[in-house]
């Protein structure tokens, strides 16, 4: 009867696990084979999402170093073009302009901040670079909007003993130049325009132009200054802007005579009336019309 | 105790004040070895490089003036650089912003140096309203 009961047991464990076996085998086989199911949960589980996330931040990573590499590739505008190109003149020059020498303090700095504030000219940066040479007197270099930028000769004015106030006007003068872009009309290459504030990525940069302004620079310092026209333009500038001031317009006619005698009997400025053409010339077009009685 | 210990550890400048640190505004420029625009340059400067203003034992910052030089620490040298010619923060460098533009004018050695010269030649000024 034992044996009875325990070949039944026996019996019918190994049905049930055969049973169960089977039905283990129906679910795996469901899940394999049902690769939909699988798909549609993952895609559920945002991954998908989640790569073209990844992806589109490589995209924005990758356009902003190429932005960035984009952004060396600019060309100053016209604001910041002019004292770059004149500093750039200068230290190119330095042996010719001699302005690398120790010198004593002028008292220049706060005396012509002074003086341009009294005239009403506020808020003018200037920077004057003292040359110790008699190759080039005076000059006013192209700069950014409300900076000046000058050379002045130290034995120019040593040689002619000019006061503070005399170098002030004869920086106004070359202040007015500027002002009225005479050196910078003289220097500019017709292509320099269009080039200022672009960009030259992938495209070839000429520098012909560039070199082209620097040598203009050389010709219009040491060779050919300004004509006439442009020398009676600034006096009367000068004239209306010292006219009610007349300790200061005295000073600038004896400036004139100052600079018309140098010019005349020393033969080291013999060239001066080549670049400022011509001090008595200008003090004719300042003294008043006479009158027939 | 032990958390101070830590912190000082941690946040050394702490220990002996802040540290300041100031840049170089002008294209280039020198580090010269006394305060004068004359003196003889240690080393050359660019736009952009950051130089350690130098401090007294008290730790209270020492010859910073707008109108004065400033005593800094540039590297290993230490030296004098026109107060007027740093800024607290990093300027905008006309040799990085338009550096393609910048390099095809092939400054030179000599030119860089003459460059920072220029700085110190300069006499500026500026008007002002009353």
Same mark, same amino acid.
């Given at each position: 009867?034992?044996?009875?009961?325990?070949?039944?047991?026996?019996?019918?464990?190994?049905?049930?696990?055969?049973?169960?076996?089977?039905?283990?085998?129906?679910?795996?086989?469901?899940?394999?084979?049902?690769?939909?199911?699988?798909?549609?949960?993952?895609?559920?589980?945002?991954?998908?999402?989640?790569?073209?996330?990844?992806?589109?931040?490589?995209?924005?990573?990758?356009?902003?170093?190429?932005?960035?590499?984009?952004?060396?590739?600019?060309?100053?505008?016209?604001?910041?073009?002019?004292?770059?190109?004149?500093?750039?003149?200068?230290?190119?020059?330095?042996?010719?302009?001699?302005?690398?020498?120790?010198?004593?303090?002028?008292?220049?700095?706060?005396?012509?901040?002074?003086?341009?504030?009294?005239?009403?000219?506020?808020?003018?940066?200037?920077?004057?670079?003292?040359?110790?040479?008699?190759?080039?007197?005076?000059?006013?270099?192209?700069?950014?909007?409300?900076?000046?930028?000058?050379?002045?000769?130290?034995?120019?004015?040593?040689?002619?003993?000019?006061?503070?106030?005399?170098?002030?006007?004869?920086?106004?003068?070359?202040?007015?130049?500027?002002?009225?872009?005479?050196?910078?009309?003289?220097?500019?290459?017709?292509?320099?325009?269009?080039?200022?504030?672009?960009?030259?990525?992938?495209?070839?940069?000429?520098?012909?132009?560039?070199?082209?302004?620097?040598?203009?620079?050389?010709?219009?310092?040491?060779?050919?200054?300004?004509?006439?026209?442009?020398?009676?333009?600034?006096?009367?500038?000068?004239?209306?802007?010292?006219?009610?001031?007349?300790?200061?317009?005295?000073?600038?006619?004896?400036?004139?005579?100052?600079?018309?005698?140098?010019?005349?009997?020393?033969?080291?400025?013999?060239?001066?009336?080549?670049?400022?053409?011509?001090?008595?010339?200008?003090?004719?077009?300042?003294?008043?019309?006479?009158?027939?009685? | 105790? =032990?958390? &101070?210990?830590?912190? *000082?550890?941690?946040? !050394? /400048?702490?220990?002996? $004040?802040?540290?300041?640190? %100031?840049?170089? =505004?002008? &294209?280039?420029?020198? *580090?010269?070895?006394? !305060? /004068?625009?004359?003196? $003889?340059?240690?080393?050359? %400067?660019?736009?952009?490089?950051?130089?350690?203003?130098?401090?007294?034992?008290?730790?209270?910052?020492?010859?910073?003036?707008?109108?004065?030089?400033?005593?800094?620490?540039?590297?290993?040298?230490?030296?004098?650089?026109?107060?007027?010619?740093?800024?607290?923060?990093?300027?905008?460098?006309?040799?990085?912003?338009?550096?393609?533009?910048?390099?095809?004018?092939?400054?030179?050695?000599?030119?860089?140096?003459?460059?920072?010269?220029?700085?110190?030649?300069?006499?500026?000024?500026?008007?002002?309203?009353?």
């Amino acid at each position: 009867m034992k044996f009875v009961i325990i070949f039944f047991l026996l019996t019918g464990a190994s049905f049930a696990k055969e049973r169960l076996g089977e039905g283990k085998k129906n679910t795996d086989a469901e899940i394999f084979t049902d690769f939909k199911a699988i798909k549609e949960v993952l895609e559920n589980d945002q991954l998908s999402n989640n790569a073209q996330k990844i992806e589109k931040g490589r995209v924005t990573q990758r356009d902003k170093k190429l932005d960035k590499e984009i952004k060396t590739y600019s060309i100053p505008g016209d604001d910041q073009f002019w004292n770059f190109i004149s500093e750039l003149w200068v230290v190119k020059n330095v042996s010719k302009l001699k302005w690398n020498f120790e010198k004593p303090d002028y008292g220049l700095d706060e005396y012509f901040a002074n003086f341009m504030q009294d005239l009403g000219y506020y808020e003018v940066k200037f920077k004057i670079l003292l040359l110790d040479t008699s190759l080039v007197t005076h000059f006013s270099l192209p700069s950014n909007n409300r900076e000046a930028f000058f050379l002045l000769s130290v034995p120019f004015i040593r040689v002619m003993d000019l006061t503070k106030l005399e170098i002030s006007i004869l920086l106004l003068e070359d202040y007015m130049r500027g002002k009225l872009d005479q050196f910078k009309n003289k220097v500019v290459h017709k292509d320099l325009k269009s080039l200022l504030g672009k960009n030259f990525y992938k495209k070839k940069l000429d520098m012909k132009i560039f070199n082209g302004v620097l040598d203009k620079y050389n010709k219009v310092v040491f060779e050919s200054g300004f004509n006439f026209e442009e020398q009676f333009a600034v006096t009367k500038q000068m004239q209306g802007m010292l006219h009610g001031k007349l300790k200061h317009f005295q000073a600038y006619m004896k400036l004139l005579g100052k600079m018309s005698s140098l010019v005349k009997r020393n033969l080291l400025y013999k060239d001066y009336n080549k670049i400022y053409p011509s001090p008595d010339l200008q003090l004719s077009w300042l003294k008043p019309a006479k009158k027939v009685p | 105790m =032990k958390k &101070i210990l830590v912190l *000082l550890l941690l946040f !050394p /400048s702490f220990s002996y $004040g802040q540290v300041h640190y %100031l840049y170089y =505004k002008n &294209i280039f420029g020198h *580090l010269h070895q006394s !305060p /004068s625009s004359y003196a $003889g340059s240690l080393k050359t %400067l660019s736009c952009g490089d950051r130089v350690r203003l130098i401090q007294d034992k008290s730790g209270t910052i020492t010859e910073y003036s707008k109108f004065s030089w400033s005593k800094v620490k540039y590297g290993p040298n230490e030296g004098y650089i026109r107060s007027g010619f740093l800024e607290q923060k990093r300027p905008s460098c006309f040799q990085v912003k338009y550096s393609k533009f910048f390099n095809k004018f092939k400054v030179e050695l000599n030119d860089v140096f003459s460059w920072g010269r220029l700085y110190d030649q300069f006499v500026m000024g500026s008007s002002q309203v009353r």
